[in-house]
C-alpha cells in the first residue's frame, strides 16, 4: 500500500510532485519515485508489499502508459497467465500498467482488489483517475486553471496553495460524522466517490462510475444460501492474504473478525483490550483465538486518552472527522504494526450481512401528529427535542437519522448564520443512493454500501492504520462477495421479533465459534466520549467559546450535548488548520 500524487499543467514539475508525496511519507516509507516530463509529473511512495525488489518501483511505465499506483490486486497471478511476457517484476502493478495499455479503462471489471490509481498517457495527453468499487482506497484532486492535480491524502494538495473552508461541507460534517464524496473541507479539492473514474483530456474533466452491481434477489433456500457463501469465503478471505511481507488479523469479540480468522490457517491475531473492562472484547477475542488455535497477541489500552486523540486526529484526517472509535483503530494499527505490514479486518460484515440494530428495528416506524409536534416546539438543543425529531421522521429522512449524526433541526439552531444556508438539502447524499425500487431491508442496505461505509467506516480505517504504514484489506468488501450478498434476501439474515441480525453468518458459524459466543451483545470501539466531557468540562467550553469566537456557532452546549465530540473536533481542526 502506497501513497500516490500528480500534477498536470504548467506548474507540474518533479520538484513539487515530490514535495507533495512527501507529505505522504507515513504512507510509504520503503521508497519514492518521480516521473516528468513537460507539463506532468507523477509521484509514488512506496510501502513495499508484493515484490520487495527494485523492479517493484513507481511510477512505473509500459509504452505510453505511465502508473503511479496504490493498491493491492488479488487476482493478478491469474490475469499475468493471461498475458504475454517478458515480465520485469512479479507484483500487481505492472499487471495492472499492462491492462491499462491493452484495455484501457474496460479493464476495471477485472481487477478484484482494493486501488486508487492514476495512469497519464504520453500519446494522448491523458490523466485517468480510479477509486476502488466500495472506497476502500482513498483519492483526491483539485481542478488547476490550466489542470489537474491528484494525491491519496488532502495534505499533499493543500501544498499547492490555501483554500478556502467550504461552509457547506461544515454542515454536512455535522450532520454525517464525515465530509461526503465528491465534498471536502475545502472548496475546489473533490474526493473521487468509490467505484469511479475521473479522465482529464485538455481541460475536459470526465467523472463516471464504472460498477453498478444488481440488486436483483435471487431465490434460494437458507440451506443452499449458507452453502453457497461458506465456499465463497472459503475462497476469497485466503486470497486476501496474497504478500511477500508478514500478515495478521485484527480479532475483537464480534463475528466478523473471527470469521475472517477461521478461514485462514493458522493467523496471527491481533486483539486492542481497554483497562475498562465493561468496554473491552480482550476476554471474547482471547477464547476465539484459542479456539481457532491462533498465534494471538493482545495489549491492553490505558485509560483512553482523549486529549491525545484529539490533539492527533486533525492532520490524520486533514478535514473534521467525528467517530471516536477512530483512536482505538489507531491504537490497534500501531500494535500490530511492530510484527506485521498486512492486517486482515472483519469491516463490512455490518453492511453486507445486516447487522445493525436499525435493520430490525422499524426505523420510522414511531412517526405520529404527537412526535412531530413536539420536534416542532421544543428546544432544538434538548434531549427530548432530539429525541422527538428521530422519532418524527419517516422515509429517507428517518433512515437518515438512524444513520447520521446531528438532525437539522439541531445544525440550524447551532451555527452562525454566515455559516447556515436557507433550507439546505441535509439529505442530498442520502438522496444519490435512495432507492424507492427496492424493499425497504434493502433499501437500507444499498444505502449504507453506497454512503457511510466509504465516507465513514473505511476512512477511519485508512488513516488510522496508514497513520503507522499499515495496510489493512478487508476480504468481507471483496466485490465478489458484495455481489453475492446484494442478490441475497435480506430477510434471511434478519429476525425483527428477536432482534437479530446476521442470521446466516450465525448458522454457519455457531459451531465453528467457542459455545455461546454469537450470544454477546453487539460492542464497538466506541470510547466513553461523555463520560469524560463530564469530568473535564472546561474542555468542552473551551472549545465553544473558540467556535463562537470564530463566528462558526452561535451558541454553546454542556458535556450531556449527544455529539459534543462533533464540536471538539471541529475546534481541533479550526485551530490546527482553520
Given at each position: 500500500m502506497c501513497?500516490?500524487?500528480?500534477?498536470?499543467?504548467?506548474?507540474?514539475?518533479?520538484?513539487?510532485?515530490?514535495?507533495?508525496?512527501?507529505?505522504?511519507?507515513?504512507?510509504?516509507?520503503?521508497?519514492?519515485?518521480?516521473w516528468s516530463e513537460p507539463g506532468v509529473?507523477?509521484?509514488?511512495?512506496?510501502?513495499?508489499?508484493?515484490?520487495?525488489?527494485?523492479?517493484?518501483?513507481?511510477?512505473?511505465?509500459?509504452?505510453?502508459?505511465?502508473?503511479?499506483?496504490?493498491?493491492?490486486?488479488?487476482?493478478?497471478?491469474?490475469?499475468?497467465?493471461?498475458?504475454?511476457?517478458?515480465?520485469?517484476?512479479?507484483?500487481?502493478?505492472?499487471?495492472?500498467?499492462?491492462?491499462l495499455a491493452t484495455e484501457g479503462s474496460a479493464c476495471l471489471n477485472r481487477l478484484v482488489g482494493m486501488f486508487a490509481f492514476a495512469s497519464w498517457d504520453t500519446a494522448s495527453k491523458t490523466l485517468l483517475l480510479v477509486r476502488d468499487r466500495l472506497g476502500i482506497k482513498p483519492l483526491y484532486y483539485r481542478l488547476l486553471p490550466d489542470g489537474i492535480?491528484?494525491?491519496?491524502?488532502?495534505?499533499?494538495?493543500?501544498?499547492?496553495?490555501?483554500?478556502?473552508?467550504?461552509?457547506?461541507?461544515?454542515?454536512?460534517?455535522?450532520?454525517?460524522?464525515?465530509?461526503?464524496?465528491?465534498?471536502?473541507?475545502?472548496?475546489?479539492?473533490?474526493?473521487?466517490?468509490?467505484?469511479?473514474?475521473?479522465t482529464w483530456r485538455a481541460g475536459r474533466v470526465t467523472v463516471e462510475r464504472y460498477w453498478n452491481p444488481s440488486t436483483a434477489i435471487v431465490a434460494r433456500s437458507a440451506e443452499e444460501t449458507v452453502t453457497e457463501l461458506d465456499a465463497l469465503l472459503g475462497e476469497v478471505i485466503p486470497q486476501h492474504t496474497v504478500s511477500d511481507v508478514p500478515v495478521g488479523v485484527f480479532l475483537s469479540g464480534g463475528i466478523d473478525s473471527a470469521l475472517t480468522a477461521y478461514y485462514l490457517d493458522a493467523p496471527r491475531t491481533y486483539t486492542l483490550g481497554f483497562e475498562?473492562?465493561?468496554?473491552?472484547?480482550?476476554?471474547?477475542?482471547?477464547?476465539?483465538?484459542?479456539?481457532?488455535?491462533?498465534?494471538?497477541?493482545?495489549?491492553?489500552?490505558?485509560?483512553?486518552?482523549?486529549?491525545?486523540?484529539?490533539?492527533?486526529?486533525?492532520?490524520?484526517?486533514?478535514?473534521?472527522?467525528?467517530?471516536?472509535a477512530a483512536w482505538s483503530n489507531y491504537l490497534v494499527a500501531q500494535f500490530a504494526r511492530r510484527e506485521v505490514t498486512v492486517a486482515l479486518s472483519g469491516e463490512g460484515g455490518d453492511e453486507i450481512f445486516c447487522g445493525y440494530p436499525r435493520y430490525w428495528s422499524r426505523v420510522g416506524g414511531r412517526s405520529n401528529f404527537f412526535n412531530r409536534s413536539l420536534a416542532r416546539y421544543l428546544p432544538p438543543l434538548s434531549r427530548l427535542a432530539v429525541s422527538m425529531q428521530r422519532r418524527g421522521y419517516q422515509g429517507l429522512p428517518a433512515y437518515a437519522a438512524a444513520l447520521?449524526?446531528?438532525?437539522?433541526?439541531?445544525?440550524?439552531?447551532?451555527?452562525?448564520?454566515?455559516?447556515?444556508a436557507a433550507d439546505y438539502d441535509y439529505l442530498w447524499f442520502y438522496r444519490q443512493y435512495w432507492r424507492e425500487d427496492l424493499a425497504p431491508l434493502a433499501q437500507l442496505r444499498w444505502l449504507d454500501l453506497n454512503t457511510d461505509l466509504a465516507e465513514g467506516l473505511l476512512t477511519k480505517v485508512d488513516r488510522t492504520s496508514m497513520a503507522h504504514s499499515l495496510e489493512v484489506r478487508p476480504p468481507l468488501l471483496d466485490h465478489r462477495l458484495v455481489e453475492f450478498m446484494l442478490s441475497v434476501d435480506p430477510h434471511l439474515l434478519v429476525d425483527e421479533q428477536r432482534k437479530r441480525g446476521k442470521l446466516l453468518v450465525r448458522r454457519l458459524m455457531e459451531p465453528r465459534l467457542p459455545p455461546g459466543h454469537l450470544n454477546r451483545p453487539k460492542s464497538g470501539f466506541g470510547l466513553p466520549v461523555h463520560r469524560w466531557l463530564k469530568q473535564h468540562p472546561q474542555l468542552l467550553r473551551d472549545a465553544m467559546h473558540r467556535l463562537m469566537d470564530r463566528g462558526v456557532v452561535q451558541r454553546a452546549v454542556g458535556s450531556e450535548f449527544r455529539r459534543a465530540w462533533y464540536l471538539l473536533v471541529l475546534d481541533r481542526w479550526f485551530t490546527a488548520f482553520g
Open positions: 501513497g500516490i500524487a500528480g500534477i498536470v499543467g504548467a506548474r507540474a514539475s518533479a520538484e513539487i510532485a515530490r514535495d507533495m508525496a512527501l507529505r505522504l511519507q507515513h504512507r510509504g516509507p520503503d521508497g519514492e519515485g518521480v509529473a507523477l509521484s509514488h511512495r512506496r510501502l513495499a508489499i508484493q515484490d520487495l525488489t527494485e523492479a517493484g518501483r513507481q511510477p512505473m511505465v509500459y509504452g505510453s502508459q505511465v502508473l503511479t499506483y496504490n493498491g493491492e490486486l488479488y487476482n493478478h497471478e491469474r490475469l499475468r497467465a493471461t498475458m504475454p511476457g517478458p515480465w520485469a517484476s512479479s507484483g500487481d502493478t505492472e499487471v495492472v500498467l499492462r491492462l492535480a491528484f494525491a491519496s491524502e488532502l495534505k499533499a494538495l493543500v501544498a499547492l496553495g490555501a483554500c478556502e473552508v467550504d461552509a457547506s461541507a461544515v454542515r454536512d460534517f455535522l450532520f454525517h460524522g464525515y465530509i461526503p464524496a465528491p465534498k471536502t473541507i475545502y472548496r475546489g479539492i473533490c474526493k473521487l466517490p468509490a467505484a469511479h473514474t475521473l475498562a473492562g465493561g468496554r473491552s472484547e480482550a476476554e471474547a477475542a482471547r477464547q476465539v483465538a484459542a479456539h481457532l488455535d491462533t498465534e494471538h497477541l493482545e495489549m491492553t489500552a490505558p485509560q483512553a486518552d482523549f486529549a491525545g486523540a484529539l490533539d492527533r486526529m486533525p492532520a490524520m484526517f486533514d478535514e473534521p472527522f467525528g467517530d471516536s447520521g449524526g446531528m438532525t437539522a433541526q439541531q445544525i440550524d439552531s447551532l451555527l452562525a448564520p454566515d455559516w447556515k
